[in-house]
């Protein structure tokens, strides 16, 4: 099982982007898929996540109305758009699969946000 996160970058604040978690021996369409970050000096944080039962989607309040978590299944990939970048949220960024009591991570993409 191979995740991979893709799309971070250095963005100026009030810039967008938009994660990628692209699978490979997992079928995101059957777990769940959760985004996670990791700023330097502090522990990883859950960000978002997106139900594989049905696609319902949560975030942290830090983000909550800056971004949105989606799939393609046919792609095999979940997405997190994030909208309105602040510099707090420079971080690594993670995305996990879980399905039943397994997870599965991703190497992370880097997000710097630059004030």
């Known amino acids: 099982v191979q995740l991979q996160a893709s799309g971070g970058g250095l963005v100026q604040s009030g810039g967008s982007l938009r994660l990628s978690c692209a699978a490979s021996g997992f079928t995101l369409a059957y777990g769940a898929i959760g985004w996670f970050r990791q700023a330097p000096g502090k522990e990883r944080e859950g960000v978002s996540c997106i139900s594989n039962m049905d696609g319902r989607t949560y975030y942290a309040d830090s983000v909550k109305g800056r971004s949105t978590a989606s799939r393609d299944n046919a792609k095999n990939t979940v997405y997190l758009q994030m909208n309105d970048l602040r510099p707090e949220d420079t971080a690594v960024y993670y995305c996990?699969?879980?399905?039943?009591?397994?997870?599965?991570w991703g190497q992370g993409t880097e997000v710097t946000v630059s004030s």
């Open positions: 996990r699969g879980t399905r039943g009591s397994a997870n599965y």
